[in-house]
């Protein structure tokens, strides 16, 4: 839609300055690329050959849950154990480091690689990114970084990723427009002829869960190297979509809590939603934000129930039918009492 200078200048909000600001999104997507052609992606001509080790942590109790995690931790290590002193394979572990905006520094995405009980450990700046980005921004970093390591994996059977973000995992092979497809195709780019030249490799993508009581220790040493790695942001970094896309809508959400505490905004009468755990707190609870995430911040409770939602829209905005509604609009007899109590006007 094209907006005239006039309204442009006039119009101040969120969605019009990322409209007048849509350099500041600098990391591209390619909507047509060799590897995205439907049929011939790598999952579709590999499915057989592209395991995922992805196991939830799941139980009723915490203790099941704790058993779980350790029972995990075992698996990660003896596939490790044979993975990075294999001759024949390949084991990559990642990490990403993403700092506060207001630090002043870029995103982090570091990578160790594992042969024959060797290793070899580097990082490249993430810029403005999530954490989701980076991740795996880090993945194609690292099986990018093959190319200056070893001379040829055509020898090579089998390549291992060990990551904590099931997001990466999932996208690293996804060719398809996303915030982080320019990392997929870097990852797609030495995957695909390396699977396409021997029907014989294989790609194992092991998920990490991320706990304090047990610790993947390959995992937490490039964690260290992503956190302990500062790169300041400059003056004019790059922006990942997700990232810029993440930074309207804080604006946005902003914008909407800041307006939601005036009258003007909300009627003299609104009655604000407050909630505390403790139910004899709520009086004193603060004021619950404005959300449209998740169903709302409190319309969700009410379900699909148009009742409830009738009379909680009732009691918030003070349009209900009673005295003080007649009084307020003068309608009817506005100091009539009650026909059932002979009682004063009900009120909020």
Request: hydrophobic share 35%.
């Amino acid at each position: 839609m094209y907006h005239p200078s006039q309204l442009r200048n006039k119009c101040k909000s969120p969605l019009v300055d990322m409209w007048a600001n849509e350099n500041l999104v600098d990391v591209f997507v390619l909507p047509y690329n060799k590897y995205n052609v439907p049929g011939y992606r790598l999952t579709d001509t590999c499915p057989d050959r592209i395991i995922q080790d992805i196991v939830l942590i799941q139980g009723k109790t915490a203790k099941d849950r704790a058993k779980a995690r350790e029972a995990r931790l075992m698996t990660l290590n003896q596939s490790f154990a044979r993975s990075s002193t294999s001759d024949s394979c390949i084991a990559i572990v990642t990490d990403a480091s993403v700092p506060l905006l207001s630090t002043g520094y870029q995103a982090v995405a570091a990578w160790h690689i594992w042969h024959s009980d060797h290793y070899f450990e580097n990082f490249r700046s993430g810029g403005l990114a999530t954490s989701n980005d980076t991740e795996t921004n880090a993945i194609g970093g690292a099986l990018k970084a093959l190319s200056g390591i070893f001379d040829s994996i055509s020898d090579i059977d089998e390549i291992h990723i060990y990551s904590d973000s099931t997001y990466a995992l999932h996208h690293m092979l996804d060719p398809s427009i996303h915030s982080a497809q320019l990392y997929a195709l870097e990852s797609l780019g030495v995957l695909f002829p390396w699977m396409e030249e021997n029907a014989n490799h294989r790609i194992f993508l092991h998920h990490v869960p991320d706990c304090k009581d047990y610790v993947f220790e390959p995992q937490h040493a490039v964690h260290r190297l992503a956190t302990s790695t500062k790169i300041e942001a400059g003056r004019t970094p790059s922006r990942t979509i997700a990232f810029s896309t993440k930074q309207i809508m804080d604006d946005v959400m902003s914008d909407w809590a800041n307006q939601f505490r005036l009258s003007q905004y909300v009627g003299q009468y609104f009655m604000y939603p407050r909630w505390s755990v403790k139910r004899q707190d709520h009086a004193k609870a603060k004021r619950m934000a404005p959300s449209h995430l998740n169903g709302g911040t409190w319309l969700k409770d009410v379900g699909h129930s148009s009742s409830l939602t009738a009379q909680m829209v009732r009691g918030l905005t003070s349009h209900a039918p009673i005295g003080h509604y007649r009084k307020r609009f003068k309608v009817g007899n506005q100091d009539k009492l009650c026909p059932h109590c002979e009682g004063p006007p009900e009120t909020f």
